[in-house]
């Protein structure tokens, strides 16, 4: 079964007054790639939340987003006295050094900063967010996974459908290819016929003989053919693997390519070398695929 390797999943949970929001985007790459966005404090978590996220995903680059609101207690704020009464002393001091006899009152001075002290959340905060942070990282990648394996169902589909054209493509390449040898017999023997009518000369037909065998030899394509056609019948099986083994895939593709490669530079027919140029087609369509296949 392919998964694709472009994906979104998000979760969300709430419990004893903590909501933690997990959200997942995922894009090709040829190895595993993790970045991780968060909140003050949960940065130590990263190490726990990639091995999670490595039990599902294999390969691409991977962003996680994670928001932690936690309900707050009233000892979450503080005010720092000490600040406030700073302020307060230098103020007085300005109003009477600028003669200003209305003295600021208490709700101006609590919109200055670091009045109040909030409470910043700690390694030991994160580490008791953890269990119901890891349950919806868990529930964001299944559905991760649900919308890559979709992706991936289509994929193999439009994979298949290539695949099936090479196929139909190699046939036409296959009856095409005893016609060559023939219409190059027929060539050569008319053209040293007509040499020998006007020169005067004979020719040994071992000679013709002998031209033709190492045409025919110099232009065999069925080992390219046989080859080729073994390439597809492995990537039809890899496809229907039950892991996707999209680097399976991409090997097999390059051999596939270097396979019509050949069949077109030995081929020496126009005919044979139009069916080459749609099998190169499709496989490059196929390549495109298959980068981004986990």
């Known amino acids: 079964m392919l998964l694709s390797m472009t994906g979104f999943g998000e979760a969300h949970r709430q419990a004893d007054g903590v909501g933690v929001s997990v959200e997942l985007r995922t894009v090709n790459n040829r190895s595993f790639k993790l970045t991780v966005k968060c909140g003050e404090g949960y940065s130590a978590l990263e190490s726990e939340i990639e091995n999670v996220v490595r039990s599902h995903v294999r390969r691409g680059t991977l962003q996680v987003t994670l928001r932690v609101d936690r309900t707050k207690a009233s000892d979450d704020f503080q005010l720092n006295v000490a600040v406030l009464s700073s302020y307060r002393r230098q103020l007085d001091a300005l109003g009477q050094q600028w003669h200003e006899p209305d003295p600021v009152g208490l709700a101006a001075l609590l919109q200055?900063?670091?009045?109040?002290?909030?409470?910043?959340?700690?390694?030991?905060?994160?580490?008791?967010?953890?269990?119901?942070?890891?349950?919806?990282?868990?529930?964001?990648?299944?559905?991760?996974?649900?919308?890559?394996?979709?992706?991936?169902?289509?994929?193999?589909?439009?994979?298949?459908?290539?695949?099936?054209?090479?196929?139909?493509?190699?046939?036409?390449?296959?009856?095409?290819?005893?016609?060559?040898?023939?219409?190059?017999?027929?060539?050569?023997t008319d053209r040293v016929a007509k040499i020998m009518n006007e020169f005067q000369v004979t020719l040994n037909a071992?000679?013709?003989?002998?031209?033709?065998?190492?045409?025919?030899?110099?232009?065999?394509?069925?080992e390219e053919i046989v080859r080729?056609?073994?390439?597809?019948?492995?990537?039809?099986?890899?496809?229907?693997?039950?892991?996707?083994?999209?680097?399976?895939?991409?090997?097999?593709?390059?051999e596939m390519f270097r396979e019509a490669n050949t069949i077109g530079s030995k081929a020496n027919d126009t005919t044979i070398v139009g069916h080459v140029i749609d099998i190169k087609a499709a496989i490059e369509r196929i390549k495109e695929m298959i980068a981004n296949v986990e």
Request: charge should be negative; charged fraction near 30%; glycine fraction near 4%.
């Open 206 to 222: 071992a000679d013709l003989i002998r031209e033709v065998s190492l045409f025919a030899d110099r232009s065999d394509i069925s």
């Open 228 to 254: 080729l056609r073994s390439h597809l019948r492995q990537f039809d099986q890899i496809v229907g693997l039950e892991e996707s083994s999209g680097r399976k895939l991409e090997f097999l593709t390059q």
């Open 112 to 188: 200055l900063p670091g009045i109040v002290s909030e409470h910043v959340t700690t390694a030991e905060d994160a580490e008791r967010d953890w269990p119901l942070i890891k349950q919806t990282l868990i529930a964001a990648l299944e559905n991760l996974a649900k919308m890559r394996t979709d992706e991936g169902r289509a994929m193999a589909a439009d994979l298949k459908a290539n695949c099936d054209l090479i196929a139909g493509e190699l046939t036409h390449v296959e009856k095409r290819a005893p016609d060559v040898v023939a219409q190059y017999r027929t060539r050569l």
